[in-house]
């Protein structure tokens, strides 16, 4: 079991910056996948980053809609993965959940479905 408990949304103006936080508790932090995904209103749930675990070499993949304005990391001495957004638009208003496995395959990063843990959510509303 995994729980997960996310903080740090909230409302910014569009090109301003947040940092997600997602703390995690239950299995060995260091070996397990940490994703980060996103529902605006109406829309499926959607891929934002991952950042996979010890096997995987902490290594980081990204959505082409974020890429090189969001930076995936994680600190496994605090059970904590981060979401640092900047250059934040008002397409990226969504709740933002973050997601953990212990198995996952590199294939199967993107998917929502593959992940058996979830936090409960945190708003992000970019707006001016």
């Known amino acids: 079991q995994v729980q997960l408990v996310e903080s740090g949304g909230g409302l910014v103006q569009p090109g301003g910056s947040l940092r997600l936080s997602c703390t995690a508790s239950?299995?060995?932090?260091?070996?397990?996948?940490l994703g980060w995904f996103r529902q605006a209103p109406g829309k499926e749930r959607e891929f934002v980053t991952a950042?996979?675990?010890?096997?995987?070499?902490?290594?980081?993949h990204y959505s082409e809609s974020v890429k090189g304005r969001f930076t995936v990391s994680r600190d496994n001495t605090k059970r904590t993965v981060y979401l640092q957004m900047d250059s934040l638009n008002p397409e990226d208003t969504a709740v933002y959940y973050c997601?953990?496995?212990?198995?996952?395959?590199?294939?199967?990063?993107?998917?929502?479905?593959?992940?058996?843990?979830w936090g409960q959510g945190t708003q992000v509303t970019v707006s001016s």
């Open positions: 997601a953990a496995d212990s198995t996952l395959i590199l294939s199967q990063l993107t998917n929502p479905g593959a992940y058996d843990y």
């Open positions: 239950g299995q060995t932090f260091s070996r397990i996948t």
């Open positions: 950042i996979r675990g010890s096997g995987g070499g902490y290594s980081g």
